[in-house]
């Protein structure tokens, strides 16, 4: 009877053995990422990273003026009119809240960043490359500029 058992164990342990290596050989062949080459895909063509979009905004009186209209009529309802980030709006959306434009993050984007924003929306925020002509995007941030700086505390980001 032990010898039996013995037998059972040694052929089971082969037999494991063997498909284990197929296995192996198997996943040694399949289509895989070189280590020591990129692993990362091919980003799409026109893909620009962040931090490293181009264009600024203008800063002469006409373009702040026509971005606060802009401003008022497009943004504040969620940013709030101060810009501040509250309004009813941001009290009661789910998800990240509007944050503050005179102050904390949106202060350090780059201009560029922060029209690519507002062309293309972020989570919430809606995108306005549909309706907004690009003249209007920058005159905006030309507006957000020239607000005075507001320490705020900062937003979940
Ligand atoms: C429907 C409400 C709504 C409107 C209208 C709106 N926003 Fe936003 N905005 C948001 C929300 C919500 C966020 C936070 C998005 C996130 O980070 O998830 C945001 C984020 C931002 C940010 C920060 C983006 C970042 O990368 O952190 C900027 C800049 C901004 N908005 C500018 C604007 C400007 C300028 C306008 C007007 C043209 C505008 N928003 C209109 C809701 C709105």
Not at 36 to 58: D, I, K, L, N, T
Request: glycine share 8%.
């Amino acid at each position: 009877m032990r010898r039996l058992i013995w037998l059972a164990l040694v052929f089971t342990a082969a037999s494991g053995a063997c498909t284990g290596r197929a296995d192996f050989e198997r996943m040694r062949q399949q289509q895989r990422a070189d280590p020591f080459g990129p692993a990362m895909r091919v980003p799409p063509s026109g893909a620009v990273r962040y931090g490293q979009r181009e264009g600024a905004a203008a800063d002469d009186s006409e373009a702040v003026a026509k971005g606060e209209r802009v401003f008022l009529s497009v943004c504040a309802v969620c940013h709030g009119a101060d810009a501040s980030g509250r309004s009813v709006v941001a009290a009661n959306i789910p998800g990240n809240p509007p944050p503050p434009l005179n102050g904390g993050h949106v202060t350090a984007m780059t201009d560029a960043d922060v029209f690519f924003v507002i062309s293309h929306g972020r989570n919430r925020m809606p995108a306005f490359d549909w309706s907004l002509p690009a003249s209007d995007r920058w005159a905006v941030i030309a507006y957000l500029r020239r607000l005075p700086l507001v320490p705020h505390a900062e937003s979940s980001q």
